[in-house]
């Protein structure tokens, strides 16, 4: 097991994972948007995003991860939040503005459903496998969704990190959406697509890379 886990709002990373269906009975297709948080979803800030009140959506980010998931995709968010790390705030206000985040999407599009959330509260000095440029959040996000996807007892699941976890599943028409070198990397080292979105367009820039457009 890992030493820095990734994290989830208010669970711990192995709770179950209850996910809602897709939209109009669709199927999961077996991929997984993999997407950065900010620049992808909602504005960024050098300063971080440090309350709920700060959340402003990118524009068309919700019909876009509704697009997403009307195409078959499960969603799941991967962002580095070190503010917890070096102690400006707690994990439980992270949960908030998640909260906001899930809230603002869902008015604007009642599919824009993100069916995880993964955060690592390390501080780039720790080195965590848990922390972008390293892939331990989107390993943990496959293995999540996986077994909430299969019929399995949640306590079979064992999470595996790095050279732990073999036979692993395609993630050929998986992608990663992020706004950063390091979102890259981190796709490039789990073995998933990657597309490089501009900061202040977000999710809604590169979507038609992803799905077709006859899928509105
Ligand atoms: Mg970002």
Known sequence: MLQHLPCRDRVPIDAPLKLH???DSTQWSGAIAYLDRDGVLNIGSENYINS???VTLLPNAAKSVARLRRFGLRIAVVTNQSPIGRG???SEN???IHDQIQKLLLIEDKDAI???ILHSPYTPSQNAWARK???GMLEAARQLINHAESTKEWSELSMRFAGEWGERP???DSVMVGDRISDMTAANAFGVRSLLCPAELGLSAVINDIV???IQ
């Open 133 to 135: 440029p390293n892939p």
């Open 88 to 90: 400006l705030w707690n």
């Open 21 to 23: 269906p897709l939209p």
């Open 94 to 96: 992270l949960a908030l």
């Open 212 to 214: 077709p457009t006859d």
């Open 170 to 172: 395609s993630e050929s």
């Open 114 to 116: 993100l069916d995880l």
């Open 52 to 54: 709920p009140s700060e």
